[in-house]
């Protein structure tokens, strides 16, 4: 409750501040919104609008025989491939047409020519439009405007340097593919374009931020995706008004149903299969030029504790990992607090030699043990961080220095009992068992709180914390699906694939919520059989064999 | 509207976490400023009308958990303290105490025998109230000497007194059957009921002769004085009434079909004076109440299941199956004569109704149970009880007959 009340004002606070900003952006500086006929002034506008940025290069290549009609080629230098240029455009251009005489041919057939003939590019388009120009030169394409002609052409010869398809660094399998998304919009379209290989996989694009102009696109399956959910990201999309657009994360939080929960209620992955497993299930993926993390949305808290090799292991292993990961969720959650609980307020729930234990390691420690407990998880957050950001040669002498000076010295001094170092290592261990990074700081953010319940309020406490975050978590939707589905609201069918994974041969419905549009996944009765003995075509002991 | 909403918002995030500092973190007590008592004993004080309490407490700091040089020292304290009640004293015990003594963990209650024997009645209610003390906690009553000096009996192989007695207590109960555990629950609960009278364990002081170890290595002091947790202790009323010794208490264990474990000897054949060890590997017991002419009559049936553990003389069963048969007539035989030890003890010297044959009846015949219970204590000393026990030796070890030993031929 206090957190409901708590976001609805902050929500009044920012929502204030939303004044229109003056826009920046579009069409810097332009007092002209199509281009002109003379060559010359469109040649400025383009110097002007790029500011003489040393990476623009602008060519000018003769068409037909001399002086023949001066075309100019522009692009911006790094984002194409210049052999691609001089090969599919300047060639065909400047020594194709040597023996034209476009002087003797309207602009329209010039304009036909160059379109239809002479330029060796599948893309081309034609536009008027001085700021489309202006965007797609910007966005790597290459523009061919001639003189005389009110239109320009321009085409895809993008090529810049990228980072090659690579095994994705927050998300590791040891069975599955180890494709990861790269920082590249086509690339990371064309893995999961590879993995369904069938026409109803729509891939709608949308152009967000005014100056980034960062492309974001929209990939689910038709007929298997909810339309409204499509219609929905589409609006929440195209809302946005922002000037730029740096990585998925940042729209999350545009697009997010509940802004002020610490839970994501947007999933984000690195992996194709994932997102293709997700598109199966009847959800949608938002992909983001410039960062290799897609966003899948709607999702459910479950899956935020699956990983891809659930569906590739055998089933039995997938299962028993399924809980041991459900486990670590609450061990990561509660486990600091639990300790305090019990070990300030309950020292009845103990065994004696463990009570004992516990009490004779506790001797001499000069601080309360939720002062104890605080002050080691928040060391165990500095150490973390700082192996997070610190250059990788400098990995082992943090570890040595934090693990092993700080943790073994402060044990020796007698600052901290050994048992709570277990706690916060076990603790730390088991939120780095989420396989989705964003809920395991969730989860690590929510048990500061916890630890300062139990710390004053005992189990109590505990519960306490424990039931608001039950709650919140119950109240938060996804796109309209309820998070904690198919836990509450229960939906019988689709506890096949929560605490357990069935076999796959079992799961032969999709997600109820997601998967409506079109329910059934797989013909019934697939479980593998012996073959029937009548079958059986080797001849020979017939006896013997029937008493499969 | 608006400033309302902020209003009720500031006061909210104002109150909340006042309201967590006020609370002082209520009832909040750091693990390492609790005594854990682990026994504890009630005795008269030496000061007419006020009764001691002694208690055993846990010194975390001398196990040995990795700090060096804390093995010397014993790892429990025990201390005294007197009141007119047993809460006085147990609140009394905190002038003493640094730290707050706490009777969660505590596994023993020990009765001295002098204050056993003049009625624990008013000892008995803190036990019952107190939110600290666990009903698992084991009713003990010390024999021949004041429960002070059993509450802190050291044992080997246990350095704490209360997990060694109650290592000593479970395998007697297990794998002898020769002890008695009774929870302060069962206790206080039989105590109530009508036609039942309570027992509790035994406990006694034993004195190991001093011993002189010649390697002179041994570090720790040599236990010279040690505790036995055999045999029970009857009760009648809330009046300790005497003692069973070893067999009595395995007749009543078996007669309450509580027999886990344990050994008989019998003679292996009825000529010679070659033994069998039997192992008791399932009992079971039924007791039925009868009136026959308005006269209550008992009959307990007893089941034995045993293994043949041992003999010594040289022996096949598949030679001889009378032999078997024979022995398993003589394990009965041992069987009733363990129950009727102890049914001659508390019919003819306690009086006192240990087996709750009153409590079968009054289950059975409400109607005439009304009638016995005044006079109860006679009619249970002329009660006729029939013991019928039927036995089975089911196994024999690793192997059918015994070694054969040849005999060599002597010059």
Redesign the interface.
């Known amino acids: 409750m206090?957190l409901g009340?708590?976001s609805k004002?902050l929500k009044?606070l920012l929502s204030r501040q939303r004044k229109d900003s003056r826009a920046l952006g579009a069409c810097p500086s332009s007092p002209q919104t199509l281009l002109s006929r003379k060559l010359r002034e469109n040649e400025a506008f383009i110097r002007d609008a790029f500011g003489n940025s040393c990476d623009l290069i602008i060519r000018e290549v003769r068409f037909g025989i001399s002086p023949g009609i001066a075309v100019l080629v522009v692009h911006i230098d790094g984002m194409v491939d210049t052999a691609l240029v001089s090969e599919a455009i300047i060639k065909p251009i400047g020594v194709t047409s040597e023996l034209l005489e476009p002087e003797r041919l309207s602009s329209a057939q010039v304009q036909d020519m160059l379109k239809n003939r002479l330029i060796l590019l599948s893309d081309v388009k034609q536009v008027s439009d001085i700021a489309d120009l202006f965007h797609s030169i910007a966005g790597g394409k290459c523009g061919i405007i001639l003189d005389g002609s009110s239109v320009a052409f321009v085409c895809d010869v993008r090529g810049f340097e990228k980072r090659s398809v690579e095994e994705p660094m927050s998300e590791v399998v040891i069975r599955g593919p180890r494709e990861g998304f790269s920082e590249v919009l086509r690339i990371n379209t064309s893995l999961l374009r590879r993995r369904i290989k069938d026409p109803s996989f729509w891939i709608e694009e949308f152009t967000v931020g005014r100056v980034s102009r960062t492309q974001v696109a929209i990939a689910y399956i038709k007929g298997i995706a909810n339309d409204k959910v499509v219609q929905e990201a589409r609006d929440r999309i195209t809302r946005i008004d922002i000037d730029s657009i740096q990585e998925s994360g940042q729209l999350e939080e545009y697009l997010e149903d509940a802004p002020f929960s610490p839970f994501p209620t947007i999933l984000r992955t690195e992996r194709p299969d994932r997102v293709t497993g997700a598109l199966f299930e009847g959800r949608i993926a938002i992909l983001t030029d410039g960062t290799p993390f897609v966003l899948i949305a709607p999702v459910t808290f479950l899956l935020f504790l699956t990983s891809p090799e659930d569906y590739y292991e055998r089933f039995f292993i997938a299962s028993a990992v399924r809980l041991l990961r459900y486990a670590s969720f609450f061990i990561a959650l509660l486990l600091p607090a639990l300790y305090v609980a019990v070990?300030?307020?309950h020292?009845?729930m103990l065994p004696?030699?463990l009570?004992?234990?516990?009490?004779?390691?506790?001797?001499?420690?000069p601080f309360?043990?939720i002062f104890e407990a605080l002050l080691m998880e928040l060391s165990f957050e500095i150490l973390r961080e700082a192996a997070v950001r610190l250059p990788k040669i400098y990995g082992p002498a943090i570890s040595i220095v934090g693990v092993l000076i700080l943790g073994e010295a402060a044990v020796r001094a007698g600052l901290v009992s050994?048992a709570m170092i277990i706690v916060v290592a076990l603790t730390a261990i088991a939120s780095f068992v989420t396989p989705i990074f964003s809920l395991s700081i969730a989860v690590r953010l929510l048990r500061f709180p916890i630890i300062?319940?139990a710390?004053?309020?005992?189990l109590f406490g505990v519960v306490f914390g424990f039931s608001v975050v039950a709650i919140h978590l119950s109240s938060l939707r996804s796109f309209g699906v309820p998070f904690l589905e198919p836990i509450a609201p229960v939906v019988a069918s689709d506890l096949k694939d929560t605490l357990i994974r069935l076999p796959w041969w079992a799961m032969d419905t999709r997600p109820e919520f997601t998967g409506k549009s079109d329910l059934r996944r797989q013909s019934r009765g697939l479980m593998p059989r012996a073959p029937k003995p009548q079958e059986n075509k080797i001849s020979g002991s017939p006896g013997k064999r029937g008493s499969t | 509207m608006r400033v309302r909403r902020y209003m009720s918002i500031s006061v909210l995030l104002a109150i909340v976490p006042v309201v967590l500092s006020m609370t002082g973190c209520w009832s909040r007590k750091e693990i390492e400023d609790i005594g854990f008592v682990l026994s504890i004993g009630v005795d008269h004080a030496a000061e007419e009308g006020e009764i001691m309490i002694t208690v055993h407490i846990a010194k975390p700091f001398a196990i040995s958990t990795g700090v060096a040089g804390a093995v010397d020292e014993k790892p429990f304290w025990q201390v005294s303290s007197t009141g007119h009640t047993v809460f006085e004293a147990w609140r009394n015990l905190r002038q003493q105490s640094p730290r707050r003594p706490l009777l969660h963990h505590s596994r023993f209650i020990v009765f001295g025998e002098e204050f056993a024997r003049g009625g624990i009645r008013e000892a008995i209610d803190f036990f019952s109230r107190e939110g600290e003390v666990r009903e698992t906690n084991t009713v003990v009553v010390a024999k021949g000497v004041k429960a002070s000096e059993v509450v802190w009996n050291e044992f080997e192989l246990e350095r704490m007194p209360a997990e060694g007695a109650l290592g000593i207590m479970k395998i007697a109960v297990q794998e002898l059957s020769t002890a008695v555990m009774v929870t302060l629950n069962d206790f206080l609960q039989i105590l109530e009921v009508e036609g039942h009278e309570a027992v509790a364990s035994r406990a006694e002081l034993v004195r190991r002769p001093s011993f002189e170890d010649p390697r002179g290595e041994l570090k720790r002091e040599t236990i010279s004085v040690s505790g036995r947790e055999t045999g029970a202790a009857a009760f009648k009323g809330d009046k300790l009434v005497g003692w069973l010794d070893k067999t009595q208490t395995r007749g009543l264990q078996w007669v309450k079909g509580k027999v886990r474990g344990g050994i008989i000897v019998i003679e292996q054949l009825e000529t010679e004076d070659k033994l069998a060890s039997i192992e008791i590997l399932r009992a079971s017991s039924a007791v039925i109440p009868k009136i026959v002419d308005g006269r209550p009559f008992v009959l307990i049936k007893v089941g034995a299941l045993g293994n043949l553990g041992e003999t010594q003389e040289y022996f096949d069963p598949m030679e001889s199956q009378e032999i078997w048969i024979s022995m398993e007539r003589r394990m009965a035989e041992m069987i009733k004569h363990e129950i009727q030890a102890a049914l001659d003890i508390a019919k003819y010297e306690f009086n006192s109704d240990i087996f709750g044959f009153g409590a079968e009846i009054y289950r059975k015949y409400p109607k005439e149970w009304m009638k016995l219970k005044d006079r109860w204590d006679e009619e249970f000393r002329k009660l006729d009880v029939e013991i019928e026990v039927e036995t089975s030796l089911r196994r024999s070890g690793l192997t059918r007959r015994s070694i054969q030993v040849v005999r060599k031929e002597e010059d």
């Open positions: 206090a009340i708590l004002a009044r070990t300030t307020f020292q009845e004696t030699p009570v004992l234990a516990i009490a004779a390691q506790r001797e001499g420690v309360p043990a050994s300062l319940l710390g004053t309020l005992g």
